[in-house]
């Protein structure tokens, strides 16, 4: 069973703009707090945004003014706006549902979307 799914990834040019979509079952979407992830090719996973039930959101400072992460409780959807995209933002993004620990910090669940595929270049 697919518990995640992502879409909006694609070829852009650097100073472009994405939106991606991650949709979640209505358990899932409801009980966790949601982030997002991205890895580039012989890089570590990271970390890029997160964002719990009630709306509060943490980003990679790598990000800090170009992304904005946002959630639809009503349509368990997960979003990432991604503008002022640079090469570097290159790598596939994967949404996963987690929670916070005491120190409010994100600790990723094993439920994972497929990954969606972004491209910055010229």
């Known amino acids: 069973q697919v518990q995640l799914v992502e879409s909006g990834g694609g070829l852009v040019q650097p100073g472009g703009s994405l939106r991606l979509s991650c949709a979640a079952s209505?358990?899932?979407?409801?009980?966790?707090?949601m982030g997002w992830y991205r890895q580039a090719p012989g890089m570590q996973r990271e970390l890029v945004a997160t964002?719990?039930?009630?709306?509060?959101?943490n980003y990679a400072d790598s990000v800090k003014g170009r992304f904005t992460i946002s959630r639809d409780n009503a349509k368990n959807t997960v979003y990432l706006q991604m503008n002022k995209l640079k090469p570097g933002d290159t790598a596939v993004y994967y949404c996963?549902?987690?929670?916070?620990?005491?120190?409010?910090?994100?600790?990723?669940?094993?439920?994972w979307g497929q990954g969606t595929q972004v491209t910055v270049s010229s």
């Open positions: 209505g358990t899932i979407f409801s009980a966790h707090a």
């Open positions: 996963n549902a987690g929670q916070l620990d005491a120190q409010l910090e994100y600790i990723a669940g094993v439920y």
């Open positions: 964002i719990t039930h009630r709306g509060n959101t």
